[in-house]
T-cell receptor
Framework: NAGVTQTPKFQVLKTGQSMTLQCAQD?????MSWYRQDPGMGLRLIHY???????DQGEVPNGYNVSRSTTEDFPLRLLSAAPSQTSVYFCASSSPLSSSGDTQYFGPGTRLTVL | AQSVSQHNHHVILSEAASLELGCNYSYGGTVNLFWYVQYPGQHLQLLLKYFSGDPLVKGIKGFEAEFIKSKFSFNLRKPSVQWSDTAEYFC???????????FGAGTRLFVKA
């Protein structure tokens, strides 16, 4: 199993540009989440999904869109990038109904810089 | 609102020193508790977790944590740290059966060789 994969690893955008961060998992996990990690603030939940076709907002959803058309994929879209979105983005998946419970499995992260 | 508070943002220890990182949470219901670790240049991985049963849980690499329900705490401990324990440590909480996990701000641990 590859686990949770994310692309790209690094990205530089100009203010106003849009882009999509990709996330995929091959563990058949129902739940997937996007977090951003900023110094001194830990991980903050952006959006999450409890299954294909179902998404909901987390703590900091403004400026981001998500969709979940398949169990495996959960892309995060930045509609119009702003410098405040400079961060490291982590995708995670979990399977609360399995033996691992709410344990989150994280991808390697995408480091995004918005100029 | 649910929250997780980690008491120390930065900790510096010498090798063989004992470690205790504090974590308190505010959640009204039954919780699952986690400690995750992020080594330099790597992504987060699970260190240990508490779901139910014995409130003293043991994780990888000699770490343990104790859940004290009356204090809403889940402190991480290690009797003797090593240089390789240098990392950032995150406490996290989720409601049992829930799908939102809330993370603390993290504690950066630096162990001097």
């Amino acid at each position: 199993n590859a686990g949770v994969t994310q692309t790209p690893k690094f990205q530089v955008l100009k203010t106003g540009q849009s882009m999509t961060l990709q996330c995929a998992q091959d563990m058949n996990h129902e739940y997937m989440s996007w977090y951003r990690q900023d110094p001194g603030m830990g991980l903050r939940l952006i959006h999450y999904s409890v299954g294909a076709g179902i998404t909901d907002q987390g703590e900091v959803p403004n400026g981001y869109n998500v969709s979940r058309s398949t169990t495996e994929d959960f892309p995060l879209r930045l509609l119009s990038a702003a410098p405040s979105q400079t961060s490291v983005y982590f995708c995670a998946s979990s399977s609360p109904l399995s033996s691992s419970g709410d344990t989150q499995y994280f991808g390697p992260g995408t480091r995004l810089t918005v100029l | 609102a649910q929250s997780v508070s980690q008491h120390n943002h930065h900790v510096i220890l010498s090798e063989a020193a004992s470690l205790e990182l504090g974590c308190n949470y505010s959640y009204g219901g039954t919780v699952n508790l986690f400690w995750y670790v992020q080594y330099p240049g790597q992504h987060l991985q699970l260190l240990l977790k508490y779901f139910s049963g014995d409130p003293l849980v043991k994780g990888i690499k000699g770490f343990e944590a104790e859940f004290i329900k009356s204090k809403f705490s889940f402190n991480l401990r290690k009797p003797s740290v090593q240089w390789s324990d240098t990392a950032e440590y995150f406490c996290a909480v989720s409601l049992t059966g829930g799908f939102k996990t809330i993370f603390g701000a993290g504690t950066r641990l630096f162990v001097k060789a």
